[in-house]
Structure formats: C-alpha cells, structure tokens
C-alpha cells in the first residue's frame, strides 16, 4: 500500500528525520481561506503515482493569488490517470544541495538494500545505469532491526567524499540513514524513499519528498500505524488508479479482480469479436489464462476474441464467492462466454461446481442474464463434483442447459478453451440472426 | 523390485537431500523411505496430510502446539515442537508447513533450525519483514525452501507429495515398471504447474519432480538457486521453468545462464505468462506487478535475456508441447496407459468419508482388542491387564500389573462422600452412573495422575465400590485390608459379598466381567460416551452417559436372561420334566404373550466369540450346572418354536453362569456395566486425543486401524 507523501513524511518525522513544516493538506479550495500561509508555500497535488513535478503537480507559490490559481488548477487535474484529491501546502526550503536516500528490498534476493547518492533530485535508476560510481549501495543481510553505526557511518563518508561541503553535516547524514532505515523495518515497508533530501544554505538536512509502501502482508499488524494516518486497519487503501464498478464489486467480495478493457461500464462491444470472461483458478493460471485466450484467438480466430478480465479464483473460495465470481461476469455487459478451470489443489473441484450451480440456478430462476460456461474440472475432490453435477443436471436442466464441463484432464486446457470460443462465436451468430430476423 | 514406484534413492527427491544432508541420505538410503512431517494442523493441513498419505507420502508425525502427545488421523503422533518432532524422528527430511501467515515465521525458523534440509512453505500473505528473518536461517542452515505460497513439491516416480498438488502427475513407465526419468518443472504458480505437466503428459512426456518456488514476492529457494541443481540429476533430460511477470527471478537466472553456461547442463525451455498483463497492476499473486519505470519485470525483459541466454520461452500450452516434444524427440509411457489411469480417476465413485479408531475389530464372530482375539484375553488374562490394553494398546508388564491393581484396591476403599437412597429395585446403570458423577475423588486421582490406564484402573476400583453399596457389601469391602486381598478377589467381594472364595469361582466372575469391556465403537453406550468426548467433557461425565445408555436392550439382557433360566430348571423341577421340555413350554409361553426371548440374537455375531470361552470356564470353576446346560440347547429350541435360527449372545451366556453361581441375577447386569467401563474409557481416551473437538461423529463410517491379528505370548 502507498502512502501519501505527506503521510510519508509525518512517519518519517516521526523517526527522527526533518521534514518541511506542513500548513494543510486540502480537500477543497475553500479550504484555503481558513490557513494562514507565509510566503513562498510548495503546493504539492497527493496522487499515488510517480511522474508528478514534470505533470504540473508540484509548485513553488509566492503569494495567496498565484497559490490559489494553482491549487484550483490542480484540483481539476489527472495525473496518469489518477484525479487529484487532495493537496500539500508546505513550507519551502531552500535549496544548497540534493541527496538521494533509500530503503528498498533487492528483487534478486529480497534482502534490505540501502542507496544513497550525492545526486540526488533526479532519477536514480538513471544515475545508477550511467554513473554507477555515483551511487552507494549496501546490501543489509542479516534483517537487523536497528541500522548499526557502522554503515550509516560507511554511507555519510560516500557522501562526504563525493561533495566536501558534506564535512560538516556528516552526522547529520549518517543520522538520517540510520532514521530511514528503522522507519523501514519499524513500519515494515517495502520501499522508503527520500529524493531528494535536501542540505539547505543553513547546513540543515532536510526531506523534501517522500516515498512509502507498505507491505500489504503485513499491515494487519502495523494498525497503530494505519490509525495514525486515518486508515481503518482493516481495509487497505485502495491505490494505483480508480476502480471499475466490477473491480470494485470484487473488491468488496474479496477476491482479485481486474477489467483489462477500459471503461466496462459505457464500453461499446464490437459486433465480430467475442469477449470472454475468466474463472481461471489460481492468480498464475488467471495471468496465463490471458495469454491463452489471446494467442489461440490470435492462430485460430483472426485475432477477434477478446478476454475482458484477470481474476483469482484460487485458494479455496467458499461456496458463495464461487457463485459470485460467475455473478459478477454474467453482470459484466462485455461477456459473451465464460471460460473457466478448476485445477482443484487446495481449492475443491466439488465446491467449485456447487457454487457455480448455484449461480446459474439463482440467475435462471431470478430471470437474470445467463452466458454460456465453458470449462474443464481436474484434482481434488473431482469424484464428488462430477457425481454433483450429474444430479443437478438430472434435477435442474434447465438453468445447465449451457455448462459445459469437461470432467478430468481427458483434454488439456488450451484445447477446452477453443472448443469454448468457438462455441461462444456459434452462439453469438445465432443470436445475432435472431435480433436481424 | 516393486513396479509401482522406483526406490527412493533412485529419485529427485533424494537426489535433493543429498546435495544439502549428505548423513541424512545415507541413513534414508538405508531405511528406503523419505520421512516427511506436517506442521500446523488446521482443516488444510489436517486434509492434505490425509491426500499425501493417500498418494504415497511417509507423513511420520506432525507438529501443533497444545497438541503434543495426541494423535492425527488417529495414527500420526504429534509433538510441541519441531525439534522434539525431529529428536523423536531423526529421519525426517522434508517438513510442510501450513500455518496461518501470523504464526508462519516462528514455525518455518523452527523446523529450519531442527535442521530438516526441504522445507515446503504452503502459508501465503507472510509479511515481508518475516520472509526475510526466514531466509537469513535458512541460508545459514543451507535450507532448500519452497515458498512461501507454493502449492508444494511432486515426485512421480516415487509416489512422494508434499504439498496440495492434485493426483494427475506421470512418471515414466516402461513395461509397468516405473522409471525415474522425464522432465523436472519449476513454477511460480500452483495451477501452471498443473496444466503444464497435464500438457506434456498428454505428449507421453514424464515428470520425475514438479517443484512450486512459491508466488509471492520473496520467497526461499529461487530459480537460479534449482535450475543447474536439478539439471544435474542424472535422470533430468529436461527442465521446464514457469515464469510470470513481476520481479527479476527469470532475469537473474538468464543472467547467470550468460555468465556461467558450464552449470546448465540440459535444455531450459520457459513458459513465461503475462504477455497481455496490464502495467501497474498486482495480478494476485504479489510478485506479478509489472512496476511502471522498471527495466525487469516485464514480459519482454524476461523473454529478451531468456532467448538471449538460448532459453526457447513459451507463451501457449501447444507451444510447450511441441518445444518439449521436438527437443527430447522421444515418450516416456504409452499415452493410452496414462489416460486408462486418469479415466479412472475422472469416473471413481466420490470416497465416503471415514475415520478410524485403533481399539477394537468387531468382525462377525470375532472381536480383537487391539489385535489380540478376545476370547484369548478372556482366558488369559485379568481385567486390568486388558483394560490397560484397551487403553494403551500393549499388555501391561508386571510392575504395571501390581501399580494398576494398588490403584485400584485403594480406589475401592476410599469412603463416597453422599449418602445414597438406593431402593432394591434401582436401576444398576442408573445408580451407577449417578455416583460418577457425584463422585469427587476420580477427578481427584486426575490431578495427582495423567496415566489414563492408572485413571481408568481407579475408576473401576470406584465402580467396584459403588457396586458394594448396590449388593449391600460395604462392610464387607471396608473390612478388608487390601495387602491380603486380589483384586479379583476384591471384585468378587464388593459384588458377591463372600470372602475367601475358591481361586477358579473369583476367576469366573472376572472372566465374565472381562467378556464385556469392550464392542467397538458402535454399541450406544460407545456412541454416547464419544459424543459427550468429542465436545471434551471431563472423563468421568462421559463414562456416566456411557453407563447409562446400558439398559434392558444393551447390555441389561443378561439379568433377564439369569430368570428365564431360573424360570426354566424351576418349571423342570415342579414338573419333573426335563430342561429341554421345559425350555421349549416357557419359551412358548413367552412368544405367545409376545415378549422376545432374553439373551437370544446379536446384530452380528451367529457364534458368539466369547460364548465359548465362558461356558468352558464355568465347567472348570464346578458351575456349569442346569442354567448353563438350558444355555446349550436354548438355541435349538428356539428353532423348535419358530423355525428361525437365533443364537445366544454373550448375555445369554452370562446370565446362565450367574444364574448357575446362584448369584443375584441382578448382577448379571452389573458385571457388564462393570466391565463396559474399561472399553469406554478406552474409547474416550481415543477420541479426545486423535480426532478434533466437535467433530462431526458417524459412528457406522468408522474403520478399524489397529494391529492385525496376533497372539497372546
């Protein structure tokens, strides 16, 4: 989960780092009026995405006039997407020097890394590709909780050598490392972040900006935290970009869930394609399952299907968040056919066919939309599933009239998934006759 | 050689091992089996420790704290901890873990420290801060770790699972004999490894290992940690690695694949997903984001450096197929075989559920007790010799005999703190009952001992004395000073109110009392004593509801069988017929006014196991009289009057001994409430330390699992 700078820096505040003084953070230009703002004032927009100084979201402001034509400004503003909510009034500093400063964790192997560079203010895989002799870099082992001295004291001296107006400051910097550093085990984050930090003309050091994302895993714990910065600990911010109303519906359901066309709410469906929606199993399957779809679209179907969403079905769903991931793709206007695999590992293929039974029973009988299902059922429990789904169809034909289950591997999954497109392209001739007819 | 699977040391598995705990190798070299525990044992871990046993997998104990010292599946022993497991079990080699992600750490860095070399990390969502304290043990331990989030780990050829992974993997076969060849397969993801390998197995392709390294975003043991460690397994001819977006794992393996080509022996072939993924967004699993800005992550950047590296990448399951299929040019099993075995599989008949209890096998005709015929143990042995074996499974040696017996003679001598109002005709399951739960003195005897024989050795004791309150013997039972006086002679005492009887006459009754400790699970009063263990009521609450379900039609037959036989030799006598005649006059009589004939008729055995066995003892002891003899010919007479076969059961058997002994017939009742509470706490015991609270309890699906059938040495 990201934070918001201002968030950021209030955490980072907190563990020992200089911030800028913060006047508000605003939601509404009336707000304004209430401050009483010193001149000049960093307006600054709070979005969740980088690329914001270079979008127009950052602004030095030197009266009320100019911060006001700003912040209106930037109210009406997207930034990558993103609408801008809400927006720092901050005290601005000046500016001798800019370092770069971070707490991350290394891709490769997952370890603590600490970079700091005497370059800072600038983009830092930039600098790390071309001058990697600019850059500090220390891998931290052993986790440890507290920095030791030691290697703050390592990262200060790379600094001092790099630029000597740094002599005086020294402890400073290594404080600041060392600051950063237990901020990041302490709020348990994946990334911290301080480009840059600025060395004032008074030798103060100080974080102009602010990165912070939490690790999702483990922000149940981290509720003191969450609650200082108005977050209910037990919904996670929703961050990246704004939902659709589908994501937003499986959200709330809990499982995950993307829409990979845009705007599926007003989306105008071409006539020749087919948009296939994906109970796929688990995340790696819901990821591959996309692949499949486009690639044998691709070879076998002139490139008109169409698959509409990524989603994770795996990991054991319950009955009911079964029935409601079928629900929400049968709501979705795009469907044309559901494909769907149950590889039943820790999830059972016997509760996958009663909640999707269950669905298509409850949307028969309430007259509600039904799309023809196409899939496979392999692993565990496959004996009472099968031995299930025989009864219902014997009991209920009707709403099962169009579940087609392929029971065991007597087909492997890419052959399944033609079979279903190009049944669901026969079907949506048919229809298509009817509405000319 | 077994065709069915290839020896351990043939395979992956321990081709793995090996490489990390070259000692420990050697020593499952030598046992021929790889031993496996599973920590945390919630409804996953619990269910999935049943499907691995299933499949093959030696799972050899388990790991729950608060649960040390009870039982999984009613056979697997649990331990506290990971290194008492190991102390206990010095070949375990692989260790599953399935705790909940707050509680994952501690457990992971424990089994790591206990030093077990393949640790599966089945838990997802583990906090990042906590992976990381993982990964520092395991590096320090040298610890091959799957995970977290990773569906487990498959080995074909030797019939090994850990993990979840469904039943659909193929091992090479050649003329039914399995082989350890074919293609090892790393994944990311749970369900890719499944659909891969169904893929490649529809191709005749085999797997000798299906490895899951887990989805999240850091996780133990990574690609370039495995791949050129398993490409040098000699019956590797290929390996499959699936990767996805998100991270660097595949990068940093192209990357040493660049730098160090001398380590990669076999082809790689890569099936990477993600091709279409959208930029920013976290699909699922935490590792697949493609992070805006990144030069690593994405689709391409692992499919560039991949072919770079001369790694064939895949994007489509035909794809895959053809790859593998040009690149070995060969099949490792006919196709046919391997459909004829998942054909089965998509058509068996759903399981019924069952569990197990280790206790008795009722089988028509016999009954073992714990494995041993139970006829045997009633000439044999003594009642707290079996009830220690009902209890703990073993005979007990002499030194336990004399404790059990001290036990259980103080027990009986210990005053009831209540004054009873007992009328003559109280019911005996009823008063006795009722005493256990007024008694205080069992749960006393429970603080000073956890023995559960010691236990329920004192609980007879206790029976022993409220039964002397019953037959009026008291006096009697508080006269005796217990360092002259048997057990069994006590017994005799307490119900008889005789002192110093012949040895055969109190051998007699103990006999009798011994014929009925014990039925299985089934019989009512083992079915309320179970329900009332499994919500964990204290032991002697749940014997109370035992002993009370034991009336006129379970267990009580024997006192109304002791008066027909009376009824019997007295109608012989008044008429100066004989017993055959006056057998078949009453017998009409009864059916005439509709009533059943007690002591006649068992739901299972048509030859009572123990019939035998007590009418030869009776004739030895001098009473085998006329009851005994009506006994013999009851069944024939029977027939007489209904043309129906309807054998004596083990009531009719008793109640014409006691009514021979000119005894109470009440007693005949008595003896079988007496003996029942050795077999009901046996049965409790079982249940509060093998199965789950509340359980959900279908006492016909219960399936025996104790030792086969031995003999008394």
């Not at chain 2, 749970?190 to 996780?219: K, M, R, T």
């Not at chain 2, 133990?220 to 940690?225: L, P, Q, T, V």
């Not at chain 2, 007693?667 to 049965?683: N, T």
């Not at chain 2, 093998?690 to 399936?703: C, G």
Request: with cysteine; net charge negative; proline share 4%.
């Amino acid at each position: 989960m990201k934070l918001y700078e201002y968030e950021a820096k209030q955490i980072f505040e907190k563990h020992g780092l200089v911030i800028p003084k913060q006047v508000a953070a605003i939601e509404q230009i009336e707000e304004l009026d209430d401050l009483s703002l010193k001149f000049p004032v960093m307006v600054k927009a709070m979005v969740l995405i980088g690329g914001r100084g270079k979008a127009g979201g950052i602004k030095l402001c030197s009266n009320i006039e100019e911060t006001r034509e700003n912040v209106e400004k930037m109210f009406e503003m997207k930034i990558h997407g993103c609408p801008v909510k809400k927006i720092l009034l901050e005290k601005a500093v000046d500016v001798a020097n800019e370092i770069y400063m971070s707490v991350t964790t290394d891709p490769a192997t997952f370890d603590i890394v600490i970079v700091t560079s005497a370059s800072g203010g600038i983009d830092i895989e930039e600098v790390a590709r071309t001058h990697p002799e600019k850059i500090w870099k220390k891998i931290i082992k052993d986790n440890v909780k507290d920095l030791p001295d030691d290697i703050a004291e390592e990262a200060a001296i790379f600094l001092v050598e790099k630029n000597a107006d740094f002599l005086t400051i020294k402890d400073k910097l290594s404080n600041a490392i060392r600051s950063l550093y237990n901020a990041f085990q302490q709020v348990e984050a994946k990334i911290c972040e301080i480009n840059p930090l600025i060395v004032t003309k008074d030798n103060s050091v100080i974080a102009a900006d602010a990165k912070i994302v939490l690790d999702d895993n483990s922000l149940y714990r981290q509720a003191p935290l969450l609650k200082s910065i108005n977050i209910d600990p037990r919904s996670k911010r929703h961050d990246v970009s704004e939902q659709t109303v589908y994501e937003e519906q499986a959200y709330k359901i809990g499982f995950p869930y993307l829409d990979l066309i845009e705007h599926p709410e007003d989306f105008v469906k071409d006539k020749d394609k087919l948009y296939v929606g994906l109970v796929p199993g688990g995340a790696g399957y819901g990821i591959f399952s996309i692949d499949e779809v486009v690639n044998i679209g691709n070879r076998y179907f002139e490139g008109k299907v169409i698959p509409i969403n990524f989603m994770d079905s795996g990991g054991g769903p319950s009955l009911i968040k079964v029935a409601d991931m079928f629900h929400l793709l049968m709501d979705h206007p795009a469907t044309d056919i559901i494909i769907t695999s149950r590889f039943g590992g820790i999830s059972s293929c016997d509760i996958f066919i009663r909640g999707l039974i269950m669905s298509l029973r409850d949307r028969f009988m309430s007259k509600k939309r039904m799309i023809p299902v196409f899939g496979r059922m392999v692993g565990t429990d496959l004996a009472a599933a099968r031995a299930y789904l025989e009864k219902a169809k014997r009991e209920t034909p009707e709403p099962l009239k169009d579940l087609h289950i392929v029971i065991g591997n007597q087909k492997i999954m890419a052959d399944v998934i033609r079979d279903g497109i190009d049944y669901g392209f026969k079907v949506k001739k048919q229809l298509i006759e009817k509405e000319v007819n | 050689m077994s065709t069915e699977k290839i020896s351990v040391d043939q395979g992956l598995l321990y081709y793995l091992i090996k490489q990390v705990r070259p000692d420990l190798a050697e020593k499952i070299s030598k046992a021929e089996t790889i031993e496996t525990m599973i920590v945390g044992l919630g409804r996953q871990g619990t269910r999935h420790a049943q499907l691995m046993m299933e499949y093959g997998t030696n799972v050899t104990c388990g790991v729950a704290p608060g649960r040390g010292g009870t039982k999984v599946h009613e056979t697997i022993p649990i331990y506290e901890t990971a290194a008492e497991a190991v102390e206990n079990h010095p070949n375990i080699a692989v260790a599953s873990i399935w705790k909940h992600y707050s509680t994952a750490k501690d457990s992971t860095i424990e089994v790591i420290k206990a030093g077990i070399p393949i640790v599966v990390l089945i838990s997802e969502f583990i906090p990042l801060r906590d992976v990381r304290d993982i990964l520092v043990e395991a590096r320090k331990h040298k610890t091959i770790l799957f995970g977290g989030n990773t569906p487990g780990i498959i080995f074909p050829p030797e019939s090994i699972k850990v993990g979840m992974l469904p039943d659909i993997f193929q091992a090479q076969q050649v003329d039914d004999i399995v082989g350890p060849k074919g293609v090892t397969i790393l994944s990311r993801s749970g369900a890719i490894l499944y659909h891969l390998s169904d893929a490649l197995a529809s191709a005749g392709i085999s797997q000798n290992g299906v490895l899951g390294v887990g989805g999240d975003g850091a996780i133990g043991s990574r690609f370039i940690d495995l791949v050129s460690l398993v490409m040098n397994f000699e019956h590797t001819d290929l390996v499959v690695i699936a990767g996805e977006i998100g991270g660097m794992q595949e990068e940093i393996l192209a990357q040493d694949m660049i730098s160090h080509p001398e380590k990669y022996t076999k082809p790689l072939v890569a099936m990477i997903s993600g091709a279409n993924a959208p930029e920013g967004k976290t699909m699922g699993h935490a590792g697949a984001v493609i992070a805006p800005g990144q030069r690593y992550g994405t689709y391409n950047s692992k499919r560039e450096i991949l072919e770079k590296a001369e790694v064939t990448v895949v994007n489509h399951q035909k794809d895959l197929i053809d790859v593998v299929k040009s690149k070995l040019n060969k099949t490792y099993f006919e196709i046919e075989d391997y459909y004829k075995k998942m054909k089965e599989k998509w058509n068996a008949k759903p399981p019924e559920p069952t569990w197990g209890t280790l206790v008795t096998n009722v089988m028509p005709n016999n009954l073992l007790i714990r494995g041993y015929p139970l006829q045997e143990v009633i000439a044999n042995k003594g009642l707290l010799e079996t009830s220690h074996l009902l209890v703990t499974g073993e005979f007990p040696n002499l030194e336990k005999i004399e404790e059990l017996e001290k036990i259980a003679k103080e027990a009986a001598k210990e005053k009831f703190s209540e004054r009873l109002d007992i009328s003559p005709n109280s019911d005996v399951s009823k008063i006795i009952g009722t005493c256990l739960l007024l008694d205080s003195h069992i749960s006393e005897f429970m603080k000073k001992s956890t023995d559960e024989s010691a236990i329920i050795a004192f609980s007879l004791g206790r029976a022993l004395r409220y039964l002397a309150i019953i037959f009026d013997n008291l006096e009697v039972l508080n006269q005796i000073s217990i360092d002259n006086i048997s057990f069994a002679d006590m017994i005799y005492l307490g119900l008889v109110g005789e002192e110093k009887q012949e040895k055969q006459k109190t051998r007699l009754l103990e006999a009798i009392i011994t014929a009925c400790v014990d039925h299985g699970v089934t019989p009512p009063s083992a079915q309320a004593t179970l329900i009332l263990a499994s919500t964990r009521t204290s032991f002697e609450v749940a014997l109370s509801a035992g002993i009370q379900a034991i009336t006129d039609v379970h267990g009580g037959a024997g006192q109304k069988a002791a008066e027909f036989f009376l009824s019997v030799v007295e109608k012989a006598k008044e008429n100066n017929i004989d017993l055959e005649e006056a057998t078949f006059r009453i017998m009409k009589e009864i059916i005439k006014t509709g009533k059943r004939i007690e002591g006649l008729g068992h739901r299972i055995h048509t030859r009572d196991p123990r019939r035998d066995v007590l009418w030869n003892l009776s004739e030895k002891a001098g009473y085998a009289k006329e009851c005994v003899t009506v006994s013999k010919l009851v069944s024939d007479v029977f027939f007489r009057v209904r043309g129906m076969n309807l054998p004596i059961n083990v009531d009719g058997v008793i109640g014409a001994i006691i009514a021979d002994m000119d005894i109470n017939p009440k007693l005949a009742k008595a003896v079988f409430v007496f003996g029942r509470i050795a077999g009901l706490g046996a049965h409790y015991y079982e249940e509060v330390t093998t199965q789950s609270p509340m359980r959900r309890l279908a006492f016909d699906k219960a399936v025996y699992k104790g030792p086969s059938i031995r003999e008394i040495k």
